[in-house]
């Protein structure tokens, strides 16, 4: 069986809606939860290796997980690109 292969995460996905692709090599499920949340998962496969809550606010994102809460980043794909190289 072939390589199921991920598009770069370009944008987030809207209220209801699940999108998964690939960050800085790393395979990302963002699903909107509520206006301006994401429930964020890193997987390998079915098994699910992170999660967290991405939040918009007051013009930034943060993310939210059981490390903590990361800095304040003008973009979603900075902070969680930060995000990631903490826990890596």
Do not use: K
């Amino acid at each position: 069986m072939s390589p199921v292969l991920f598009q770069p995460l370009t944008v987030l996905p809207a209220p209801g809606h699940t999108l998964s692709g690939d960050v800085d090599g790393r395979i990302i499920r963002l699903s909107a939860t509520a206006a301006n949340r994401w429930q964020i998962a890193e997987t390998i496969g079915a098994l699910v290796v992170g999660h967290g809550e991405l939040v918009a606010m007051n013009n930034t994102y943060v993310i939210s997980s059981s490390s903590g809460t990361s800095l304040p980043e003008i973009t979603w794909p900075a902070v969680l690109g930060r995000h990631l190289d903490t826990v890596a």
